[in-house]
């Protein structure tokens, strides 16, 4: 991820979408500025690597309540486009709901907690093709010590692994506690991080 022209491509990748956008009938002046949050976050990204900070920056991003709002709108928008344009993959798994009826009450609405369909049209449209994986962990109360986890990643036609060793984001979802996705972050430095705590 330290590659400029990643995140060059992945502008284009996602700016991209905004043909599908209006064709599915969303109208350009309802979220042009959800595209300008994304591709500015993607060249301030670009323009400060290699990062040092372990990410502070990117956080700050997602905490400003105009950015971070924006970006997650825009994928969203992203998502429901996404889903309309392959409904074959998703309304078997829907119950009494179209695609349609299913975006418009569960992917558009910004306070309306994403589900396990919403998050799969996510991965296909966002996150996989971006060279990314996803570790979901289901702490639902199955039997055993282990947490039972998937994993969601770009693969090949035949289902192989795209890429050897991808950045992976790794999900928390908890069942009947919470019922949504919390983003677990790994401590690449702990002999910093117990520092710091030490200092407090």
């Not at 309802?30 to 372990?54: F, G, H, I, N, Q």
């Not at 709002?69 to 709901?97: C, S």
């Amino acid at each position: 991820m330290n590659d400029p022209t990643k995140f060059t491509l992945e502008e284009e990748r996602l700016t991209s979408f905004n043909s599908i956008l209006d064709k599915v009938g969303y109208k350009e002046f309802a979220y042009s500025d959800w595209v300008e949050e994304t591709v500015a976050l993607l060249r301030k990204c670009a323009a400060s690597l290699p990062c040092d900070d372990e990410g502070t920056a990117l956080a700050a991003s997602f905490n400003d309540d105009d950015i971070g709002p924006a970006i997650i709108q825009h994928f969203r928008t992203i998502t429901g486009a996404w889903m309309t344009m392959n409904k074959n993959d998703y309304e078997p798994y829907l119950v009494d709901q179209t695609v349609d009826e299913y975006r418009e009450h569960n992917i558009n609405p910004h306070s309306v907690e994403i589900e396990q369909i919403g998050m799969n049209a996510l991965l296909d449209a966002v996150v996989k093709p971006a060279g990314i994986a996803v570790d979901i962990l289901y702490l639902d109360r199955s039997p055993g010590k282990e947490v039972n986890t998937l994993r969601f990643e770009p693969t090949t036609p035949d289902g192989q692994p795209m890429f050897p060793n991808p950045p992976v984001i790794i999900l928390l979802y908890r069942l009947p506690i919470s019922g949504h996705y919390d983003i677990l972050y790994k401590i690449e430095n702990p002999a910093k991080m117990t520092a710091a705590t030490a200092q407090l």
